[in-house]
């Protein structure tokens, strides 16, 4: 007990021992409190180097980045993520399930669910192209004005995903802006209207790449050129979508890269190493024996140069353990990946010979590339012997997108042609897409498209698709 001089201090000074103890711990409390304190303080105050913040990007060198990010997005919605190309290609008749995935089963049945977790993933990926080069478009050109090829870099990356989603999903797409604060949600669009935004898109690019002759702006220019001929077929402006893009040599590529140490080519990853795709034929062969699967292109047994399919080992089976293995060695695991190239152009082309009722033009185009193919992937495709005109503009119309198919497999083209050729060339739904029941014993359903996911429904001005017409 404190005390003054040694001794003890009066009556009214003095503190009970149960008064001592709630003091002293009241004073241990206070302190370790106040250390609690000094400790939260400084976890808080500790750099998070995984979190940026925005005034670090706020510069030139910001904008650089903001750009490669946009542009590590890009590359994640076409081969460097099981994205809408191996997921069209399912629905249409590039691939076929053989995986234990009900995602990859119910697209290959044309039966989508709303919830598909796959689907959600591979619209969240398109759109994280968009909201990516927004930013990174009003970052350069607040800080690097005059980097115009970057600038119209961006403008590109987001005019194809936009024409992708106009492609592969439903109608009533909404484009929303998460670029800028808040966020502004946008309302269902058509594809066709989509496909118009895509167009102006492609039209930033070429304004700010117009004129100029350094290597880079001229890839540039000449992507924005072929995609926006591509986005034209799907607005039906097929004689304009084919002056666009003439003189743009067949041998012109705009690529998308992989390293095994960022990332493999998905398109050899799923189908080829995973063994979740097959190549789509007309004929599948499972343990339960075979079963005929119409109408589609028989790729797999097609025996087509373009496209070598083979089942190796012998007898090998697929993820599912019950679907034979038959599997393309297109892409290996870091093939470079055309996202538009030359011959993209020469079937805008050839498709505007065949609206012209201009069979020799048709064949002009399509036997050139058959005589000196180019490479396609891994796969140097040998000559191939002249077609011949087969008379009607509906055999030219088959022969086409058979040409055209071979031409651009798993490339993320096949489902937008097969939804054409219902909506313009007035094809039915039975004469295009697959009937019938499945080989899992399940009755086809109806879909020519990819939903917009449910997840969708958090925008306020979306409540689902227009509608599912192709």
Known sequence: MPTYQGHPMTTASKVSRRGRLLLAATVVALTVAACHNSITDTMLNVSEPNIIDPANVNNADGANALKIGALARFRNMTGGTESSWLFGGLLADEWTTSSTFVQNDE???????????????????????????????AALRKYRPTASSDIAEMYLARAFAEMQLAQ?????????????????????????????????????????????????????????????????LGTNDIAAAAALVAGIPTSFSYD?????????????????SSRRYNVGDTLVKTSA???????????????????????????????????????????AQSTTVPVINGIDARMVEAEAALRANDGATLLSILNALRAAPPKLGE???????????????????????????????????????????????NRADNTVFPTGTHYRGVPYGTDTNLPVPQDETNNPNFTGCIDRKP
């Not at 998308?256 to 080829?272: A, E, V």
Request: charged share 20%; aromatic share 8%.
């Open 379 to 425: 796969v140097q495709p040998t000559v191939m012997p002249p077609l011949v005109d087969p008379g009607t503009a509906a055999a030219r119309t088959d022969l086409l997108f058979w040409e055209k198919a071979f031409w651009t497999f798993s490339r993320g083209q096949r489902l937008s042609d097969m939804r054409r050729l219902e909506r313009q060339y």
């Open 256 to 272: 998308h890269t992989f390293l095994t140490s960022s990332g493999d080519n998905i398109l050899w990853n799923q189908p080829f």
């Open 168 to 232: 592969d999903f439903c109608n009533g797409i909404p484009l929303s802006d998460a670029s800028v604060t808040p966020v502004v949600y946008g309302t269902p669009l058509t594809d066709d209207a989509v496909f118009k935004r895509a167009q102006a898109s492609y039209d930033s690019a070429m304004a700010l790449t117009n004129g100029l002759t350094d290597a880079t702006s001229v890839l540039i220019n000449r992507a924005a050129k072929v995609g926006k001929a591509r986005a034209m």
């Open 289 to 331: 024996g075979s079963f005929t699967v119409k109408p589609s292109i028989p790729f797999g047994s097609a025996k087509d140069p373009r496209l070598p399919v083979s089942n190796s080992p012998a007898g090998t089976k697929s993820q599912d353990g019950s679907v034979i293995s038959f599997t393309t060695t297109l892409w």
């Open 107 to 137: 697209t290959d049945e044309r039966a989508i669910q709303l919830n598909n977790a796959s689907v959600t993933t591979q619209f969240r990926t398109i759109n994280q192209v968009r909201t990516a080069a927004n930013q990174a478009i």
